[in-house]
């Protein structure tokens, strides 16, 4: 079954190390022969540059990374399709995977649009505001200070609208979700799960996911273990139970996935690597529909794809 997956560092890791082949790696989560063998349709492909980089360098340092995504990937395997529209994704070919390039964290553009305008032209679709921290955007959900959405970001956000890009939530302060609320129209949240499921700051409230729900957001269940549930080892059944939570609140077609595959030390046991995805959908088909889980494996997200 062709997946989407919402959310992936491996673009981070192959800076951090720039011996790693995208080909078979056995230190990347997501690899060229991975996607294929796990039946990726759509992968996207976060720029988050590291918080130890200078700000000076902040935006050098994605570009490297956008870099490292057109030499080490798409013009390694042709096969790999850059899209930016829907479609460009409806037009793959038999054997071809769409790559979405994301931007995770504002922290990049400093406070000049004309920098994000830059990256939209690379090819960056979706832009999550913030990481952890504060940036000129808004605070990030560990930021103390608890701060929303600066006149800056709420520009960002409007041009976001402007340009028909997603607005990624995701690692977002709370106050600057409900901003988001309000001032976005193509929301996501590409990796978070259910507070009332785990109770992980980066997870969502139940107010947050309905609210989501009624945006029309697509929510993409992540694989991070702390944010599935509190200690010992995680497993596939713990992102079953974040799926029934965020079904249980009227989620069913909203939900997708994003992994974080290649930001993770640790992993779900079973679900490894990409290609483990297979185990996912298996154990999806034992509790819903076929439609349901292809939803949820696909449609959700690229339905709401906002080009
Ligand atoms: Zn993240």
Same mark, same amino acid.
């Given at each position: 079954?062709?997946? %989407?997956?919402?959310?992936?560092?491996?673009?981070?890791?192959?800076?951090?190390?720039?011996?790693?082949?995208?080909?078979?790696?056995?230190?990347l989560?997501?690899?060229?022969?991975?996607?294929?063998?796990?039946?990726?349709?759509?992968?996207?492909?976060?720029?988050? $540059?590291?918080?130890?980089?200078?700000?000076? @360098?902040?935006?050098h340092?994605?570009?490297?990374?956008?870099?490292?995504?057109?030499?080490?990937?798409?013009?390694? %395997?042709?096969?790999?399709?850059?899209?930016?529209?829907?479609?460009?994704?409806?037009?793959?070919?038999?054997?071809?995977?769409?790559?979405?390039?994301?931007?995770?964290?504002?922290?990049?553009?400093?406070?000049?649009?004309?920098?994000?305008?830059?990256?939209?032209?690379?090819?960056?679709?979706?832009?999550?505001?913030?990481?952890?921290h504060?940036?000129?955007?808004?605070?990030?959900?560990?930021?103390?200070?608890?701060?929303?959405?600066?006149?800056?970001?709420?520009? $960002?956000?409007?041009?976001?609208?402007?340009?028909?890009?997603?607005t990624? $939530? @995701?690692?977002? @302060?709370?106050?600057?979700?409900?901003?988001?609320?309000?001032?976005?129209? %193509?929301?996501?949240?590409?990796?978070?799960?259910?507070?009332?499921?785990?109770? !992980?700051?980066?997870?969502?409230? !139940?107010?947050?996911?309905?609210?989501?729900i009624?945006?029309?957001?697509?929510?993409?269940?992540?694989?991070?273990?702390q944010?599935?549930?509190?200690?010992?080892?995680?497993?596939?059944?713990?992102?079953?139970?974040?799926?029934?939570?965020?079904?249980?609140?009227?989620?069913?077609?909203?939900?997708?996935?994003?992994?974080?595959?290649?930001?993770?030390?640790?992993?779900?046991?079973?679900?490894?690597?990409?290609?483990?995805?297979?185990?996912?959908?298996?154990?999806?088909?034992?509790?819903?529909?076929?439609?349901?889980?292809?939803?949820?494996?696909?449609?959700?997200?690229f @339905?709401? %794809?906002p080009?």
């Open positions: 079954m062709k997946v %989407f997956d919402a959310h992936c560092d491996v673009l981070w890791k192959m800076w951090e190390n720039k011996g790693l082949s995208f080909k078979d790696s056995e230190d989560h997501v690899t060229w022969d991975g996607l294929k063998q796990g039946d990726a349709r759509v992968q996207c492909f976060a720029v988050y $540059v590291p918080e130890k980089v200078k700000k000076e @360098s902040v935006f340092v994605a570009l490297e990374m956008i870099d490292i995504f057109y030499e080490k990937i798409l013009r390694r %395997f042709p096969n790999m399709r850059l899209v930016t529209t829907k479609k460009e994704i409806s037009g793959l070919k038999q054997g071809q995977i769409g790559a979405i390039l994301t931007l995770e964290g504002c922290d990049a553009i400093g406070t000049d649009l004309e920098k994000l305008r830059t990256l939209y032209r690379l090819g960056v679709t979706s832009v999550g505001l913030t990481w952890n504060a940036n000129a955007v808004a605070d990030g959900i560990l930021e103390e200070r608890g701060a929303g959405l600066s006149s800056f970001g709420r520009e $960002v956000v409007r041009m976001n609208n402007e340009y028909f890009i997603w990624d $939530v @995701s690692h977002l @302060s709370v106050r600057g979700f409900w901003d988001v609320m309000e001032t976005g129209d %193509f929301v996501i949240a590409s990796h978070s799960n259910c507070k009332a499921v785990c109770a !992980n700051p980066r997870n969502l409230s !139940n107010d947050q996911i309905q609210a989501l009624q945006k029309n957001a697509a929510i993409g269940v992540t694989f991070v273990p944010f599935l549930a509190e200690g010992t080892e995680t497993t596939i059944i713990d992102i079953i139970r974040h799926i029934e939570h965020y079904c249980s609140l009227g989620a069913e077609n909203n939900i997708g996935f994003g992994s974080d595959f290649d930001g993770i030390d640790h992993t779900v046991h079973g679900l490894g690597k990409y290609e483990d995805y297979f185990n996912l959908v298996n154990s999806l088909l034992k509790y819903y529909s076929e439609t349901t889980v292809k939803g949820f494996m696909f449609n959700n997200f @339905s709401r %794809f080009r």
